[in-house]
């Protein structure tokens, strides 16, 4: 069986808070039932799969486009590289600094037979929602085998501007 690919973006902002300004990276929540009640480790970058011979950049801007509802940012993303999750599915990442309303997010969805065995086949979100978080609370948020990509991007970060 071959590797499963995917690929996604890591937008990131930075906000006054609290007469400080606080990094805060995007991240959307994982839809269907599997999903619905819980909260950490259910997070990840928007992302989505792709086959061996197309252009991962290209296709993580698609999968942000229908996981979200809106295209990417239009501004420069750097590469975060590659990491594998506990499955042995390798995502593979780019970072930029942009705003986006995370609130205005509209999923596309997926057709899933819920509940199993039932024979019903119903239509989930593929993310419920997106929300901003410092990195942090990100750490604890995400699916555990993309956290690392939080620590790329603050060392991309510490190492000069992007």
Same mark, same amino acid.
């Given at each position: 069986?071959?590797? %499963?690919?995917?690929?996604?973006?890591?937008?990131?902002?930075?906000?006054?808070?609290?007469?400080?300004?606080?990094?805060?990276?995007?991240? /959307?929540?994982?839809?269907?039932?599997?999903?619905?009640?819980?909260?950490?480790?259910?997070?990840?970058? @928007? %992302?989505?799969?792709?086959?061996?011979?197309?252009?991962?950049? #290209?296709? /993580?801007?698609?999968?942000?486009?229908?996981? #979200?509802?809106?295209?990417? @940012?239009?501004?420069?993303?750097?590469?975060?590289?590659?990491?594998?999750?506990p499955?042995?599915k390798?995502?593979?990442?780019?970072?930029?600094? /942009?705003?986006?309303?995370?609130?205005?997010?509209?999923?596309?969805?997926?057709? #899933?037979?819920? @509940?199993?065995?039932?024979?019903?086949?119903?239509?989930?979100?593929?993310?419920?929602?997106?929300?901003?978080?410092?990195?942090?609370v990100?750490?604890? %948020?995400?699916?555990?085998?993309?956290?690392? #990509?939080?620590?790329?991007?603050l060392?991309?970060? /510490?190492?000069? @501007?992007?």
């Amino acid at each position: 069986m071959a590797q %499963k690919l995917s690929a996604g973006l890591l937008l990131y902002r930075r906000v006054n808070q609290d007469d400080k300004v606080v990094m805060e990276v995007l991240l /959307a929540h994982m839809g269907g039932p599997f999903w619905a009640h819980k909260d950490d480790g259910a997070w990840s970058i @928007p %992302k989505g799969e792709y086959g061996s011979g197309d252009d991962p950049f #290209l296709a /993580a801007k698609r999968e942000f486009e229908e996981e #979200l509802g809106s295209a990417p @940012p239009l501004v420069v993303y750097r590469d975060l590289g590659s990491v594998s999750q506990p499955s042995g599915k390798v995502v593979t990442a780019w970072a930029a600094e /942009a705003d986006f309303d995370a609130a205005s997010v509209v999923s596309n969805t997926f057709e #899933l037979e819920w @509940p199993r065995g039932s024979g019903r086949m119903q239509s989930f979100p593929e993310i419920d929602r997106a929300s901003w978080f410092t990195p942090e609370v990100a750490r604890v %948020k995400m699916v555990r085998g993309q956290q690392q #990509l939080i620590d790329r991007l603050l060392q991309m970060l /510490a190492d000069g @501007p992007m």
